[in-house]
């Protein structure tokens, strides 16, 4: 069996790195080193799998495109196994890409997805996603350091609160702002915070921060923003705190492998009790959270499914009510399990995942689309975009939109005229397809039962 992959071995010039290029980037090294690889670039279009021996694994890990690959294997008559990914959940990106790869897929491909809670989201809602056709593997344990836990503070002592990731309102990024502020007056002075992770909006920007925090009675040294972090610098910024607070309910949120990296040195998290953080925290550090169930959500926007309780979040944190860092699932991040799905060996894990959101989850159903015609027509809008530039039609397309949508036009023609056209910018090529061939999906989720047990269902 040979491999064949898109070649993210060498960093691009985009300056575009989050958690998902991050992946891509230590999977190749990682496939490099113990596969052999038959590397190639998903813009030449067919041509990329034109090599492919039957037997073979076509590895579709470049992002949303799993689709095209499976559209070439049908025009090539190719015999090979793909094996796709979904990395993030609520996002119409991926949310496409399955349904164009729905009357594509063959017996023996497999889609992989970084939890438990993400994978069951998309069996209850794609009939084409099932129990033997998907997997929980996301490869990353087996390049992080494996610290012995931090000692925990008394609650006497001096406390450094931490937050690492998107500075952003579908984060909660707002709440960690307000439980450091009421946990360092209630110290008084004791708590300090350090911040590292990029502003969506301008008053998560650091002087509008600190203004607000003053207002709030927090001492301007009690706070330090770091902007943006290199993986290189990791080890500093968890030396310097006690506990990582991980509060984001963002609809696209699947894994947070900030969590992950925290864990790995040695530093406990705090998290909310739904979603991804259930599978990889211990009970006593998920932090009760109440689901927004009067918003009309987009698969075109990121937004936060819920709020955490901050009165409870306050009191872990003076009380110092939390456990010290542990691993309490680290098979679906090694390496064996990605090389064991990515070799058609069956990965079966007894994951606790939460089923609070998928059981309240509610999608809108898509209607009056040809998928032949919607494969055609997003195959073409990638070959114009990433290969020959066909800028006239797109611009067209674009103009033909409909006049309530003035702003998307404005934002769509910038992103065709200035756009990296660079894969690793992942999320371009979706907002075209969103425009012009499918629509992001509503969303909505139903109000809890009465007697519902907050937080998390421990089978399904």
């Known amino acids: 069996m040979r491999l064949h992959a898109h070649d993210y071995r060498a960093p691009d010039a985009s300056g575009i790195v989050d958690g998902a290029i991050l992946m891509h980037r230590e999977v190749a090294e990682l496939l490099d080193g113990h596969r052999s690889v038959a590397w190639h670039d998903l813009t030449r279009g067919t041509g990329s799998v034109a090599s492919a021996s039957p037997g073979d694994v076509v590895y579709a890990g470049a992002g949303p495109y799993a689709f095209l690959y499976h559209l070439w294997r049908e025009r090539t008559k190719g015999r090979f196994r793909i094996v796709r990914e979904v990395h993030t959940a609520l996002w119409s990106g991926y949310w496409a890409q399955e349904e164009l790869c729905a009357p594509l897929l063959r017996p023996g491909d497999l889609v992989l997805f970084p939890t438990e809670y993400t994978r069951r989201l998309f069996i209850r809602h794609l009939a084409s996603v099932t129990e033997d056709n998907s997997a929980v593997a996301y490869p990353m344990l087996d390049r992080l350091p494996r610290l012995p836990p931090a000692r925990i503070p008394a609650p006497d002592e001096p406390l450094?609160?931490?937050?690492?990731?998107?500075?952003?309102?579908?984060?909660?990024?707002?709440?960690?702002?307000?439980?450091?502020?009421?946990?360092?007056?209630?110290?008084?002075?004791?708590?300090?915070?350090?911040?590292?992770?990029?502003?969506?909006?301008?008053?998560w920007e650091t002087d509008s921060v600190l203004a607000e925090l003053g207002r709030q009675g927090a001492e301007p040294d009690a706070v330090r923003m770091l902007g943006v972090l290199g993986q290189h610098e990791l080890a500093g910024f968890f030396s310097e705190i006690d506990v990582l607070l991980f509060p984001s309910t963002a609809s696209r949120e699947t894994l947070g492998r900030v969590v992950l990296e925290a864990l790995a040195h040695g530093i406990p998290v705090l998290g909310a009790d739904i979603g991804p953080a259930v599978e990889l925290l211990p009970a006593r550090n998920l932090v009760p959270t109440v689901l927004d169930t009067e918003t009309a959500f987009s698969m075109g926007r990121v937004e936060a499914l819920g709020r955490v309780d901050e009165d409870a979040l306050v009191e872990k944190l003076c009380g110092r009510d939390f456990e010290p860092a542990d691993m309490t699932a680290e098979s679906p991040y090694q390496d064996r399990t990605f090389l064991r799905a990515l070799s058609g060996e069956a990965v079966r894990q007894e994951i606790a995942y939460d089923a609070r959101l998928t059981d309240r989850l509610t999608v809108e159903r898509r209607k009056g689309v040809d998928l032949d015609r919607a494969l055609a027509r997003s195959e073409q809008i990638f070959t114009d975009f990433f290969r020959r530039r066909r800028d006239d039609g797109l611009l067209s397309a674009v103009d033909a939109l409909p006049e309530e949508s003035a702003q998307d036009r404005r934002q769509l023609r910038r992103l065709i005229t200035e756009g990296s056209r660079n894969l690793a910018d992942y999320r371009a090529f979706p907002r075209l397809l969103d425009a012009l061939v499918l629509p992001p999906l509503g969303y909505g989720l139903t109000p809890e039962p009465v007697s519902a047990t907050h937080g998390k269902d421990m089978t399904a």
């Open 160 to 203: 450094r609160i931490g937050y690492l990731g998107a500075l952003s309102l579908a984060k909660n990024f707002d709440q960690v702002l307000s439980v450091f502020a009421r946990c360092h007056r209630a110290s008084p002075g004791r708590v300090s915070l350090l911040c590292a992770g990029k502003p969506n909006h301008t008053r």
